[in-house]
Every structure is written in C-alpha cells, then in structure tokens.
C-alpha cells in the first residue's frame, strides 16, 4: 500500500536525551513535512524539504533537526535543546505541484520520562 | 489578523441537520485551499480540495469566495461520525506555494 509510515507510535525521552523520529514514504512525494501538535492546538511546522538534500526552518525549528538524504525519508531529531518536546509530532507529505493537498502519517507521541 | 481563522466552535447539532463552517484567510494571492478533518489524537485527513467554482462530495459542499477571502464547508444530513474537528488549510504568503498555513480547526459534535 501507498502511504506514509511514522515510527515509533510512542517515545520517551529522559533528560538531555536525543531522540529520532522516522518518516518514511512510497508515494515518491518530493515534499515532506515536520508538524508537531500540542493538545488542543494548531498544526505548527517544524521543518519542511522540497527535495533531496535541501531542508528550510518551519516557524518552531529550535531544539530540532533534519535530514533529508533520500527522497522517502525525511527523520525528524529532537534534541535536549528542545526543553518541551511532549507532543504530537505529524510527518506529511506532498507532491510540489499546484493544488497538491498533503498526505499525513498517523504521527508519533513522544512524551518526557 | 491571523493568516488562517477558525471558528473554534464547539457547533452542536442533531443527527440530520445542515452545518457550515467558515475559514477567513489574509492573504490575497493564495491559490491552494483544503479541508480536512481531525478525530481525537489522530493524523489530520483530507476531506477535499477547494476549487474556485466550488465543489462537491456527496453531502459536503466546499466554496471559495475570493472577494471577502474566506472558504466555506456545507455538511448536509450530518451524521454522528461527523464529529471531528475540521481544519482549514490556504497555501503560504504571497502564493508560496511550499508552505500551506493550518488554521486552528472548528470542531463539531452531531448528536443522536
């Protein structure tokens, strides 16, 4: 099946800890996408990549970081600069043309021990 | 102004009743427009795209009107697995069309 793929479902991170999310996608999709959720909030992006290698800050990229080094993957890091990471974290993707919605995968909650 | 509102709601309605929401947007060159629907502590889902002559799906109806930037979700017959909440998306500032801004959602509750 065509889809997007997010792993795991739930995290914990201990104190100053990093910790890798996983996004993966077969849709062949050249956009991918970074939101995190917070209980009765908004969407709020993080990250996003257009293509292979290139990667811009969303509007929250502090305590994060990207790689995008092949088209299907795009992992998401949170680092222990990141001094409030419990939340939803959503992994979307798109293609770039126009009129093209996002895709989403079922998301990661990542919550602090 | 916000990029994206929503009217937060909650909109309580009976099973079988007519429900519309709308989404206002700043921006004037945005050209990309969506709803989508939420359920509790799930992924956001497309429900559909938004097309300027309007566009239906069975019993939703979307419509874009340009002039006073805002689009709008009919939801006819409603059903109890309606309730969700449901969210409008408008591509970025200046028709960037990287970036698509989420607006905050409506949430709705169809009573038996």
């Known amino acids: 099946d065509g889809g997007i793929t997010q792993s795991p479902k739930y995290l914990f991170r201990k104190e100053g800890q990093n910790v890798t999310l996983s996004c993966e996608q077969n849709?062949?999709?050249?956009?991918m996408y970074w939101y995190r959720q917070d209980p009765g909030q908004g969407l709020r992006l993080i990250y996003y990549?257009?293509?292979?290698?290139?990667?811009q800050k969303g509007d929250i990229a502090e305590g994060y970081s990207v790689s995008r080094e092949k088209k299907e993957s795009f992992p998401l890091t949170v680092t222990s600069a990141q001094k409030n990471p419990t939340a939803f974290y959503l992994c979307a993707s798109r293609n770039t043309g126009f009129n093209q919605p996002q895709h989403f995968g079922d998301g990661t909650r990542l919550s602090i021990l | 102004r916000k990029e994206v509102e929503q009217d937060p709601g909650p909109f309580n309605v009976p099973e079988g009743a007519t429900v519309a929401f709308n989404c206002t947007y700043s921006?004037?060159?945005?050209?990309?427009f969506f709803w989508y629907r939420q359920d509790c502590r799930k992924e956001p889902k497309l429900l559909m795209s938004v097309y300027s002559s309007g566009n239906e799906d069975g019993r939703f109806t979307a419509q874009l009107n340009r002039a006073s930037q805002y689009i709008s979700l009919l939801i006819r017959d409603s059903k109890l697995s309606d309730s969700a909440t449901y969210l409008c998306?408008?591509?970025?500032?200046?028709?960037?069309?990287?970036?698509?801004?989420w607006g905050l959602g409506t949430s709705l509750a169809v009573n038996p």
């Open positions: 849709l062949n999709h050249d956009a």
């Open positions: 921006n004037s060159a945005s050209q990309s």
């Open positions: 998306v408008v591509n970025g500032a200046a028709g960037n069309n990287r970036k698509l801004i």
């Open positions: 990549s257009q293509i292979v290698n290139d990667f």
